[in-house]
């Protein structure tokens, strides 16, 4: 099973949106709706921020939110800040019943 | 709080095995299954597989199959996970984190991570 696909890197100033992609394939995206995506920061375990495509769990913050169409998924972080400068994962579950993770996309803020 | 906390540091020479822990609380442990995620340094995540904490059945990542076992403990509410035949490649941080759903996509919380070293 094939990582998925995401963006090495992204870079937005604070106050601005952005947007990371994670691309699979029928087998695992386009097939389910069990798209999660976590945070981490350097040196800390991940932090779950999107479950079942767009789902945000108890205490996550409305700026962040999911959804998909086809093959590809998407994070939105909205109203950028400075703590939201981390590495962003995928992952899906997939036809094989397994998961798979995306490479991860480092972001940036300005 | 629910808090998974995983045993500390190992260092092994290539082709021994490694098994790492990882105790659960502030939750009923049967109730939930457990995942294993592994990270090599300054790369990505990596699933190794699944278990259930309740009837000890487990599912694992085809890469794995030969090498992992997963097993748990309900009187300690603790996991464990072994690696054999170990190369430098496998030279990560191994995180156990709780699924808190039935899809697979709601891993909360996670361990802090173990850090495994193999060097001869």
């Known amino acids: 099973q094939s990582a998925l696909t995401q963006p090495a890197s992204v870079s937005g100033s604070p106050g601005q949106s952005i947007t990371i992609s994670c691309t699979g394939t029928s087998s695992d995206i386009g097939g389910y709706n069990y798209v999660s995506w976590y945070q981490q920061h350097p040196g800390k375990a991940p932090k779950l921020m999107i479950y079942d495509v767009s789902n945000r769990p108890s205490g996550v913050s409305n700026r962040f939110s999911g959804s998909k169409s086809g093959n590809t998924a998407s994070l939105t972080i909205s109203g950028l800040q400075a703590e939201d400068e981390a590495h962003y994962y995928c992952?899906?579950?997939?036809?094989?019943?397994?998961?798979?993770f995306g490479g991860g996309t480092k972001l940036t803020v300005l | 709080q629910v808090q998974l906390v995983q045993s500390g540091a190992e260092v092994k020479k290539p082709g021994a095995s490694v098994k790492v822990s990882c105790k659960a609380s502030?939750?009923?442990?049967?109730?939930?299954?457990m995942h294993w995620v592994r990270q090599a340094p300054g790369q990505g995540l990596e699933w190794m597989g699944i278990?259930?904490?309740?009837?000890?059945?487990?599912s694992y990542a085809q890469k794995f199959q030969d090498r992992v076992t997963m097993t748990r403990d309900t009187s300690t509410s603790t996991v464990h996970m072994e690696l054999s035949s170990l190369r430098s490649e496998d030279t990560a941080v191994y995180y156990c984190?709780?699924?808190?759903?039935?899809?697979?996509?709601?891993?909360?919380?996670w361990g802090q991570g173990t850090l495994v070293t193999v060097s001869s």
């Open positions: 984190a709780r699924d808190l759903g039935s899809s697979w996509s709601e891993f909360d919380p």
């Open positions: 992952s899906s579950y997939t036809t094989s019943t397994t998961l798979v």
């Open positions: 278990i259930n904490p309740s009837g000890g059945t487990t």
């Open positions: 502030g939750y009923t442990f049967t109730s939930y299954y």
